[in-house]
């Protein structure tokens, strides 16, 4: 009867021992070299949006947010899908008007870059 009251603490800790974080950065450099971006913005925002057991705001220790220059690094406990990154930038770039010059690329398997779209051709419809 003791042994088994004596387990679940002893789980409990491995646990947090292993909380498993993942991290993803999202590299915004081109727009905000160009001025057409704030990468602070964009911080604040991820900050503001992601959601913390279905609560956006609140994200206490299991999500933290770092900005290095114009790159933002998206460190979180395990549950945490980089596809859900992708869409709040999606979210963003709708906001501020930016979704018809850039897209969101994957360029590793734990980031994502902002790049233009590369247009073809057809340069003589756009002088109008």
Known sequence: KNHTAA?????????KAKKETVKFTINCAKPVDDGIMD?????????????VNGKAGKLGDAVKITRNQSSIIVTAQAPF???YLKYLAKKFLKKHQLRDWLHVIADTKTSYE??????QGDD????E
């Not at 990468?39 to 959601?51: C, M, S, V």
């Not at 902002?114 to 247009?119: A, D, K, P, V, W």
């Open 81 to 83: 899908s980089k596809r």
């Open 114 to 119: 902002l790049r233009y779209f590369e247009i």
């Open 7 to 15: 387990m679940p603490p002893a789980q409990k800790k491995s646990k």
């Open 124 to 127: 003589d419809e756009e002088e």
């Open 39 to 51: 990468a602070g913005a964009f911080e604040k925002f991820l900050h503001d949006r992601i959601k």
